[in-house]
């Protein structure tokens, strides 16, 4: 069959299912294409560009080898911690008189988002969230513009407020553990060495010492001497820190020299503190050594460190945001080698939570996927075009990595997990591109062209729709990176990460690609096809998709139905059926669990450490499944938490990369139940298996602890966020906030899946309250505060001065001798001084009483607040929420309390408009590329239907594996693949359009055009679809690791599973239909149009 004319249509060229199996389509058409300008620039100036590609290499592999690696993006959120100490205050004294007085300034702070404090003993905590993107710098002076302004109506006992900037990573890069043959005391020293030279590290941004002694001068006043003399705890303080000093008096001339003149009162050694004079009696001095004895001596222990059920000191190193890792890292490991070769014999250093190793690890891992994939890319390029052909478009690879990794320095951005997914995203379809170009070069040079006249002219035919397929998928991704929240700054690396490597490997396919096609490519030995009937008919497959293809554009309603007939029935049967429900944030393995433990409040280091013990006995039989156990007592893991003392105690669980995880029979697992019980088949035991075992143990009634609360965190891999079920409640009285709270959780805690169910007020710990009687101490001229005064030293001491040797600083505390905490009556001996210097018994200066106390006062946003929360485990947080509202439908609250959902609710529901709004945007951005390049509204509404079908293929993937919808993955895996899926619509649209330019007829046109695509078409989902196989099936080659080179199981990428998972069935599906749908609703709608406007198909040109 000759090309018909335009109006020359046949309906035998529908109906006739062989035509293209006997090879009558031929056409004589005339080629009239303009050179595309950059290729042209490039295959002219070929020699410059080799030169540019070479400097490209050398550039990109520098800024590899230089670009930070970490696990996790360093996340800039503009959160402040002011903290204002009040010593020895009631939680409800620090919620009067400072919390709420810094509040009242602080909520007017331009900017402000969110406002939140904890009232303690002893200080205030104030939590100030801005909004994102609002300069932190800013926002800290006017945050000390407004302390300023409220300073003077502060208790004169208050300290000043301390502004600190929260990274929201607080985990501590690494912990170094000190165990040994050594007294604790020694032990102590050299830590204290360690961490001093630690601290100097450039980029380090604290170091904390947690176990370990510490020494103090303690003076030791007797009271009844004090009282004999008529001398006050104060005066004595106060006589010590004057003469514990250096003064400068000034200079002196003496001839041509100035000398300085000083007095140099600092005592040298603590015998030194006994000879200083308090006060006369009765003309006599009175020294210190009269009325009190002197020691150097420990401090009262506040913390205690363990590893393994051994005693250590740790020191655990932070870093500051954006600074490197790796080379902070190495400092330490330098420093602790050192110390490790002086005291090998008496002390062992072991590295705990060494971040700088799991970055390393994982950062492998997710390479090894990257290699991984382009593995498996080339092989099918290889399969498909052959070794020559598949080299040309394999080296588009490496290129746009390289590329990719000088553009990601000059931004400043590392290379972390989130970056590293971006280029296994962009694998597959960074070669696109190359596919389409190449193919089509070594197409015209089969035809008997020139390299040069194939390079040019193979990349002029489909540059634009490359350009448009490319930006269309930019435009996809763009969105994102304006995704809200610490959520939303955590996943903007993947988009912008994912355009760099497109457009980079745009400009390979565009510039470099063509350049070493034209000076490389060799002319095959058989002659090729001379054009395109010969090419469609030369292939089986080719005539069998014509065949096919032909049928379906004979009957495109039947397509049609059963394209909306089994979108519909998918998503009928994911929701209906398999009912795997929503997630918010994907789970991966964890690395670490860490136990937190709430004694009572108030609760001594030594009841605390009984605690933590008898947890440690509950771990020890899994010891075997860990990597560490370490214990800290008295501490608490956040550094911004207002508590600390005693009462906080935390025990981390440390697990070995997963490579090294233990392989079991499955009746044998922490975790296994009665219908394991004859399973012998053996199974890796995973860091979940053990936390499960672990968590069941502590549920047990024999392993409670009366008044503690205990619960596990899990750190995993994502962005920082709030528990999946976290409930507010809000109200004037704690006790009322308390009995609420216990009601819900009875109605609540036997849920499936719900964990670590509590809330954050304490009401254990009775309180002595003294009242000042105000008339007795006006009588007896005595202030409320001389008497607060007193009464710190008497039971706490008071630190007055410091004794210094060298670079250390050792307090100087002064306190009465015996235990004035040993019980109430002891208070009453303490004596206050007056104005005149006469001694009043402080029992007839105030009244005592007991009552309840508070652990911690809470407000979110100024009222007092508290938090029930809750984890979810082997549930949805999402389903466990939508129980718990039901549940909690008809709770009644009293009035003035009100109960708000926040978390990851609120969380989720930011994101979820968003990704509404971003798909919107992808949307229009897309249709106006489309269309700017179609100028047809017909073509680009045919290219905008294939998007539905991608989530076909979506929930078809989640039928498969029978997963739950991330809403943050898989809500970027739909948003991302609408622009992802029309590029086979716009490559194959544009040729059907080419090649009617060329005289072919609308069938032909559609036939030769889908089985001319189909190679191309097939080859660029594949190599996107394979390039995230190994996340898919946890596929890790390694070829260091022989005989286990291959390996499945990875757990580094388990996060993105979801969106890869997603990504690769989307295209899949909408790949497969595209090839039908395409072809068949263009000519559809080209018939629906001639017969709107009463004309043929044929006489349609410019749709």
Not at 28 to 44: Q, S, W, Y
Not at 789 to 811: C, F, I, N, Q
Request: charged share 20%.
């Amino acid at each position: 069959m000759s090309a018909p004319e335009h109006n020359n249509i046949s309906s035998d060229s529908l109906h006739d299912d062989n035509a293209s199996a006997r090879g009558k389509i031929e056409t004589e058409g005339k080629e009239l294409i303009t050179p595309f300008p950059l290729t042209a620039l490039a295959v002219k100036k070929f020699k410059w560009v080799y030169l540019l590609l070479v400097s490209v290499i050398i550039s990109g592999l520098s800024s590899y080898s230089s670009l930070p690696k970490e696990w996790a993006p360093d996340v800039q959120f503009p959160l402040l911690i002011v903290s204002t100490p009040f010593p020895q205050s009631t939680p409800e004294d620090v919620e009067n008189l400072i919390t709420s007085e810094l509040e009242k300034e602080l909520r007017g702070i331009k900017g402000l988002k969110k406002i939140s404090s904890v009232s303690s003993e002893g200080i205030s905590v104030i939590r100030l969230e801005f909004e994102l993107g609002f300069d932190v710098s800013e926002a800290r002076n006017k945050a000390r513009d407004a302390l300023d302004k409220v300073k003077a109506d502060l208790p004169a006992d208050a300290e000043d407020s301390t502004i600190t900037e929260i990274n929201i990573s607080e985990r501590p890069i690494m912990v170094v553990s000190l165990t040994g043959k050594l007294e604790m005391d020694d032990m102590t020293e050299i830590a204290d060495k360690i961490k001093d030279e630690l601290e100097i590290i450039p980029g380090v941004l604290e170091v904390k010492r947690s176990g370990g002694t510490d020494k103090e001068i303690q003076i030791y006043a007797d009271a009844d001497k004090l009282k004999y003399y008529g001398i006050s705890l104060s005066k004595m303080g106060n006589a010590i820190k004057q003469e514990n000093q250096n003064l400068p008096l000034g200079k002196i001339d003496n001839g041509p020299m100035s000398l300085i003149v000083r007095v140099v009162g600092e005592i040298k050694n603590p015998e030194n503190i006994g000879d200083i004079v308090i006060a006369t009696y009765k003309g006599v001095p009175i020294y210190v050594r009269d009325v009190a004895q002197i020691s150097f001596t420990k401090k009262e222990l506040t913390t205690l460190s363990r590893l393994d059920s051994g005693a250590s000191v740790s020191i655990s190193i932070s870093k500051r945001a954006g600074e490197n890792l790796q080379l902070i890292a190495a400092n330490v490991k330098k420093i602790v080698e050192e110390y490790r070769a002086k005291h090998s014999d008496t002390i062992n250093i072991k590295l705990l939570s060494d971040q700088s190793v799991e970055v390393n690890a994982r950062i492998s891992d997710l390479e090894n996927n990257i290699y991984t994939g382009l593995i498996l890319v080339v092989a099918v390029l290889m399969f498909f075009m052959g070794i020559v052909n598949a080299v040309f478009v394999g080296i588009a690879v490496p290129l746009s990595m390289l590329m990719s990794f000088l553009v990601l320095r000059l931004m400043g951005i590392s290379l972390n997990f989130v970056v590293l997914f971006g280029l296994i995203l962009g694998l597959g379809m960074l070669v696109d591109n190359a596919i389409v170009i190449v193919e089509n070069i070594y197409r015209h040079f089969q035809m008997g062209k020139t390299r040069k006249e194939s390079a040019i002219q193979g990349v002029s035919e489909v540059a634009y729709p490359v350009i448009s397929s490319t930006l269309t998928t930019v435009a996809a991704f763009f969105p994102l990176i304006y995704m809200p929240g610490i959520v939303g700054q955590f996943i903007s690396y993947l988009p912008k990460t994912v355009i760099i490597t497109l457009l980079c490997s745009l400009f390979v396919a565009l510039f470099f690609n063509p350049v070493i096609c034209a000076t490389i490519m060799k002319r095959p030995k058989k002659a090729g096809p001379a054009n395109e009937i010969e090419i469609v008919n030369s292939s089986k497959v080719y005539r069998i998709y014509m065949n096919a293809l032909r049928a379906c554009l004979r009957h495109p309603l039947i397509l049609m139905s059963v394209i909306i007939v089994s979108f519909v029935g998918l998503i009928a049967f994911y929701i209906g059926v398999i009912k795997a429900g929503v997630e918010f944030f994907p789970k991966d393995e964890p690395s670490e669990a860490v136990i937190n433990i709430s004694a009572p409040f108030g609760t001594n280091l030594a009841e605390s450490d009984r605690i933590v013990r008898k947890v440690e006995e509950i771990i020890a039989p899994y010891s075997e499944y860990t990597a560490s156990i370490e214990s800290n007592i008295g501490s608490s893991r956040s550094s911004s938490s207002a508590g600390g003392g005693g009462d906080n105690s935390y025990i981390t669980i440390a697990f070995p990369e997963w490579d090294r995880w233990k392989v079991k029979p499955k009746n044998q697992h922490p975790d296994a139940s009665t219908d394991d019980k004859n399973n012998t088949r053996e199974e890796v035991v995973k860091p979940t298996a053990v936390i499960t075992a672990i968590r069941e143990d502590l549920k047990k009634p024999e392993n409670q602890v009366a008044g503690a609360d205990i619960v596990m965190e899990l750190s995993r891999s994502g962005p920082p966020g709030g528990k999946s079920i976290e409930m507010e409640i809000s109200g004037p009285d704690l006790t009322v906030l308390k009995e609420i709270s216990e009601q819900i959780k009875a109605r609540i805690y036997n849920f499936k899946g719900l964990v670590n169910l509590k809330d954050d007020l304490q009401l254990t710990r009775s309180e002595i309250v003294l009242s000042p009687d105000r008339e007795s101490i006006s009588a007896a001229g005595i202030s409320a505060a001389d008497i607060s005064r007193e009464l710190r030293t008497a039971l706490s001491g008071t630190k007055v001065s410091s004794y210094r040797v060298g670079k250390d600083d050792y307090d100087i505390v002064v306190r009465y001798t015996g235990n004035f905490r040993e019980s109430i009556d002891s208070i009453n001996s303490i004596y206050v001084y007056n104005v005149r210097g006469e001694p009043v018994a402080l029992s007839d200066l105030i009244k005592i009483e007991s009552q309840a106390s508070y652990g911690a006062i809470r407000h979110k946003d100024r009222k007092r607040t508290l938090t029930l929360s809750a984890d979810a485990e082997g549930a949805t947080g999402a389903n466990l929420l939508t129980q718990v509202r039901k549940e909690l439908s008809d709770l009644e609250l009293p009035a003035g309390y009100t109960l708000r959902y926040g978390g990851e609710d609120e969380d989720r529901g930011e994101i979820q408009v968003f990704l509404m709004r971003a798909f919107i945007i992808a949307l229009l951005l897309i249709f106006l590329i489309i269309l700017w390049d179609f100028e047809s509204l017909i073509m680009t509404g045919v290219i905008m239907l294939t998007i539905p079908l991608s989530v076909m293929g979506v929930v078809l993937g989640l039928i498969i594996h029978a997963q739950p919808f991330s809403i943050v993955m898989g809500g970027i895996a739909v948003v991302s693949l609408a622009g992802i899926v029309v590029n086979n619509g716009i490559v194959m649209l544009d040729y059907i359009k080419y090649m009617r330019s060329k005289g072919y007829n609308l069938i032909d046109s559609i036939v030769i055009t889908g089985a001319l695509r189909l190679r191309p078409i097939f080859l660029t989902a594949s190599t996107t679809i394979l390039g995230m196989m190994p996340l898919l099936f946890g596929m890790d080659i390694n070829f260091y690791r022989f005989p286990n080179i291959v390996v499945f199981g990875a757990g580094s990428g388990a996060i993105w599973r979801p969106l890869a998972n997603a990504t690769a069935y989307g295209l899949l599906i909408s790949t497969l239909i595209t090839l039908f749908f395409i072809p068949t609703m263009y000519y559809l709608l080209v018939r629906v149009k001639a017969f709107v406007f009463k004309t043929t198909p044929e006489e349609i040109h410019k749709y």
